[in-house]
């Protein structure tokens, strides 16, 4: 077990005081009147390995503000040299010493120094510079030219001014042109997570780009060719080879698209037909709902730098006749430098009675239970050819479809759709058109008992008919007068039904929902979300090979992976252990729990897709995960009606876990799969419901004296999946919040809707808080009778919101402050079933381990994110409480009693997700915290009575119990690091 030697700053200079009479770190401070102030000398980071040939950015204060002067002992180039700023270049060979001493000395009184030891590596150093990764896809498809965004952590202490960073490519291949931006700091403001945008280069082996950050850089490029001009009322944004505006008093995606189509170098060409540009289009009967017909709520830019610009907009689709409103948009549009893309992502939303208060419950059932249906939605973007005939393929398996020249009136079209039977006795949920209920919404509660081979898709040439029992790739391509324009559609075949349709007029359709599939009801509060990419060439005949590397883009898009040792390093995902892709190297591991890791790691490996991919994978009795527009991305436990629950969405944030111990890419796709679900289908994005009266000055979370709903996660799915839920009878839970894996999703990949979402999230949770916390604006004071897991999740979602927004939002850290101030006062209090102060009553006064365990996972997560040693203390009381004398009471007892090993559930039945989520977060934390061996031997002794369950009797095989099986996944990463070396 490791123990962190780190201390920060202020910690650092509290230390350096109370030492001062001590050798080189001054005298102690004067106490006689007019004497001066002693001068403090602080210095970080402390203790470093620095690899030879690298750099390391030291930093100090002195406490006059006169600065500080630096110095390497032993001196001499052999042992490397230190700036006046106080970077630190280690020399390029391995000096006689490997150890040194870097001086901070100050220069106002030369008598005060700090010092900082530098221990010298002959190899990398992980979570040092440089800081290398991988950019590569799930197919290894190559491309000279693919957009990347990666997000890379970095250690505390590691590095602070972003304008100082360069990106190379590796080996030799000199600096690359990118945009660096910090979307989250330490408490010592030094940088925890850097987004990076670049265009990569994997046209080698593999489809493999190598790159590394370094220091000794400039920041981001200068003098690219991307502009942006931000109007009044349009913003136009000129990628050097494409230009497009977009209008902000009426939004319909594009005003205008230009290219260099006459080959003269000037991109003045215009691509659309603008007297005929609709955009989004809501269809219901007769009736048209645009986002063009009412002011949008904004648009703006959202990010603009030298390689990619995007664009957010806000609004209603509306329907200027009737003076209705259907569904609410979100649309963000990204454009990149020297690059002919337009990345569109597109979400509606039903926020019908939004601000509207419930007087009763039965009113705010209503409300739940209402939905806005429409026939069809379509993104239609007409495309001038010049009057030239014009040509269209779309993309299909085994073949593609293609109709050349085509005349007045053709058409070419493709529609996926699912084909298996349906549940037709169920009144509950609406029936195809066929069904004994004649509804016409064909999704179903009932879970098919076909593969995904049902899902099949339908093509229609101008009224010639076929059909192939396939998926297919989500693409189409037009081509006429020097214009080609494809476009790609993320998860095409998975998220159906959906339909690609070219017509000879020069329309692109992209049926979200086709009119084919029947009326589509979205419920309140549901959002869903739709990626697709349209790219743009000067010329005019049809090509599968462009098409599919622009689809690519967006079916595939490519990822940057850092060794899983540099995320083990830099402790952003916690404190984790490291092994390899196939997850079956276990040299992190203690010997005498290696062969824990290894059967508990292969059975992750084996059983992952019996929660996450469909059901015929693995064992193919799993229920596993559905395909569909609502519910692409889910991961189901054993019935659809707790499918929801899933241990409170802990199996997603651990599958970002698992993918920073191990850099299985499929870790790391499954997480983001089921983050952006969530995003979609868990989150009540509508203000509808009940809401409680209170007051707080300044709590967005309140309008009019409510609490929002707005940002609520719904509690339990009532049994369909077509309307993604209740939430719960409008009642206020905090039990299925997390936010972790929204924070993660953002860090990683850049994707500004998972923050936005968490966003929500948070916003509810501030109202909510205050309802039930604080009883002088109008709540309770619930902290000693609330079932344990508010406290958990409330702090999962104020500490990732932190994380990840704290920089914007000053609230975020505050409201951290709340969650564990009740934690500590729940701890400290003492009760009568729990005379100690060490437990955690629930509303029946009971104690429930597994509620415990859910809290020691949280301050776990919210230890490192906050870089907090004072919560190991409150890690070590809950531990000590579940092993201590109260425990017996409601702790079963296994049949041969051994210290850290228990059962959950009176007289030995063992409920082993719980246990590992205690263990996995809590024994790292006790161990941490008392440095006591006997936490250790309570590690151990867990584990040897877990060992013999990992097994497929267990937890595997075709008998799996897949609630046992999240468990095991959620508690792994944490559980795994009681036995690292």
């Known amino acids: 077990m490791r123990i962190s030697t780190h201390l920060s700053l202020v910690a650092l200079a509290a230390f350096v005081l109370a030492l001062s009479a001590c050798g080189g770190g001054g005298a102690p401070p004067g106490s006689g009147g007019g004497q001066p102030a002693v001068v403090v000398v602080a210095i970080s980071p402390k203790a470093v390995a620095v690899q030879i040939g690298t750099q390391r950015q030291f930093m100090a204060t002195a406490s006059d503000g006169n600065g500080v002067s630096w110095s390497v002992s032993p001196s001499g180039g052999f042992y490397g040299t230190i700036d006046s700023t106080g970077l630190y270049t280690a020399p390029a060979m391995m000096p006689g010493a490997s150890v040194l001493t870097v001086r901070?000395?100050?220069i106002g009184d030369p008598t005060k120094w700090d010092d900082a030891t530098v221990n010298l590596q002959p190899g990398q150093v992980y979570g040092a510079f440089p800081i290398g990764f991988e950019v590569r896809t799930r197919n290894a498809w190559?491309?000279?030219?693919?957009?990347?965004?990666?997000?890379?952590?970095?250690?505390?202490?590691?590095?602070?001014?972003?304008?100082?960073l360069q990106l190379k490519k590796i080996p030799g291949g000199g600096q690359v042109d990118a945009q660096f931006r910090v979307t989250s700091r330490w408490d010592d403001s030094s940088i925890r997570w850097l987004m990076v945008d670049f265009i990569a280069d994997l046209s080698g082996a593999g489809g493999i780009g190598k790159y590394e950050i370094d220091t000794g850089g400039s920041g981001s490029a200068t003098g690219t060719s991307m502009n942006v001009t931000n109007g009044a009322s349009t913003i136009?944004?000129?990628t050097g080879v494409l230009n497009f505006t977009v209008n902000k008093n009426s939004f319909r995606l594009f005003d205008s698209v230009e290219i260099d189509r006459d080959n003269d170098t000037q991109v003045d060409d215009e691509c659309l037909n603008a007297a005929a540009m609709q955009g989004i289009v809501v269809t219901e009967g007769v009736n048209d709902f645009l986002t063009n017909q009412s002011a949008p709520i904004r648009v703006e830019v959202e990010e603009q730098g030298p390689i990619r610009t995007t664009i957010v907009a806000e609004g209603r689709h509306r329907n200027t006749g009737l003076a209705q409103d259907k569904l609410n948009y979100i649309v963000r549009l990204t454009a990149w430098n020297d690059l002919p893309y337009i990345k569109v992502d597109y979400s509606f939303k039903n926020m019908t009675g939004d601000g509207v208060a419930a007087a009763t419950q039965n009113a705010a059932w209503a409300q739940v239970s209402q939905h806005e249906d429409a026939d069809s939605i379509n993104i239609d973007v007409p495309f001038d050819y010049n009057g030239a005939t014009v040509s269209a393929r779309i993309g299909g398996n085994p073949a593609d479809h293609t109709h050349f020249s085509m005349t007045t009136g053709q058409y070419l079209s493709l529609t996926q759709d699912y084909t298996g039977s349906y549940d037709a006795t169920d009144t509950e949920n609406p029936q195809p058109p066929s069904s004994s209920n004649s509804a016409s919404d064909p999704l179903t509660n009932a879970w098919p008992d076909q593969d995904d081979s049902y899902i099949e898709y339908a093509l229609d040439d101008s009224g010639a008919a076929s059909t192939s029992?396939?998926?297919?790739?989500?693409?189409?391509?037009?081509?006429?007068?020097?214009?080609?324009?494809?476009v790609a559609v993320q998860d095409f075949w998975q998220l159906y039904p959906k339909e690609l349709r070219a017509q000879e007029d020069g329309l692109m359709r992209v049926g979200i929902w086709p009119a084919s599939a029947?009326?589509?009801e979205v419920f309140a509060g549901a959002m869903k979300t739709h990626s697709m990419l349209y790219a743009f060439d000067r010329l005019g005949s049809l090509d599968t090979t462009v098409a599919e590397s622009r689809a690519n883009v967006i079916s595939d898009p490519p990822r940057g992976y850092c060794d899983s040792r540099h995320y083990e390093a830099t402790r952003v995902f916690g404190d984790i252990a490291h092994t390899d892709t196939t997850m079956s190297d276990t040299s992190a591991f203690r010997a005498a729990s290696q062969g824990f890791a290894a059967a508990y790691m292969s059975e992750m490996i084996d059983h992952r897709g019996d929660i996450f991919y469909d059901r015929s994978f693995g064992n193919g009795a799993a229920t596993g995960h559905s395909y569909g527009m609502w519910n692409f991305g889910d991961s189901k436990v054993e019935t659809p009606s707790v499918g929801w629950e899933n241990d409170d969405w802990g199996v997603s944030q651990a599958a970002f876990q698992w993918f920073a111990m191990s850099g299985n890419t499929e870790f790391l796709y499954l997480a983001e799969t089921t983050a952006r679900h969530f995003r979609d289908v868990v989150v009540q994005h509508s203000d509808i419901g009940t809401r409680f009266d209170y007051t707080e000055v300044g709590n967005p979370a309140v309008s009019g004296g409510k609490a929002s709903q707005l940002g609520k996660t719904r509690y339990t799915p009532n049994n369909k999946q077509h309307d993604l839920g209740n939430y719960h009878n409008g009642e206020n839970h905090l039990d299925v919040f997390s936010g972790g894996f929204l924070a993660y999703h953002y860090l990683l990949t850049g994707d500004a809707l998972s923050l936005q979402i968490l966003k929500e999230c948070y916003t509810y949770l501030r109202g909510t808080w205050k309802r039930f916390f604080d009883s002088g604006n109008g709540g309770v004071d619930s902290t000693m009778t609330c079932p344990t897991t508010w406290l958990s999740n409330a702090l999962l979602v104020a500490v990732a919101y932190e994380m990840a927004n704290g920089m914007n939002d000053s609230s975020a850290a505050t409201m951290t402050g709340y969650v564990l101030t009740a934690i500590r006062t729940r701890q400290s209090t003492p009760t009568?079933?729990?005379?100690?102060?060490?437990?955690?009553?629930?509303?029946?006064?009971?104690f429930k381990a597994w509620e415990i365990g859910h809290l020691m996972e949280a301050l776990e997560y919210t230890r490192w994110i906050r870089y907090d040693a004072t919560i190991d203390a409150n890690i070590e009381d809950g531990m000590s409480w579940l092993l201590g004398t109260n425990a017996a009471v409601y702790l079963g007892n296994l049949p041969t009693p051994q210290f850290g090993a228990f059962a959950e559930l009176p007289g030995g039945t063992t409920d082993y997700g719980g246990p590992n989520l205690m263990i996995g977060a809590g024994y790292v934390g006790a161990y941490r915290n008392s440095t006591g061996a006997n936490w250790q031997t309570a590690a151990d002794n867990l584990l040897n009575v877990q060992t013999t369950n990992i097994d497929d009797a267990t937890i595997g095989g075709d008998a799996i119990y897949l609630k046992t099986f999240s468990q095991f996944f959620r508690a792994g990463p944490m559980l795994l690091a009681t036995c690292k070396q």
């Open 104 to 106: 901070a000395t100050s």
């Open 236 to 238: 136009q944004v000129s």
């Open 469 to 486: 029992a396939t998926h297919a790739p989500g693409w189409m391509q037009m081509a006429g007068g020097n214009l080609r324009v494809t």
């Open 142 to 164: 190559q491309a000279n030219l693919a957009p990347v965004t990666v997000g890379v952590p970095f250690t505390r202490m590691l590095h602070s001014n972003v304008n100082t």
């Open 518 to 520: 029947g009326t589509l």
């Open 832 to 846: 009568t079933r729990d005379p100690n102060g060490n437990g955690f009553a629930d509303t029946s006064g009971n």
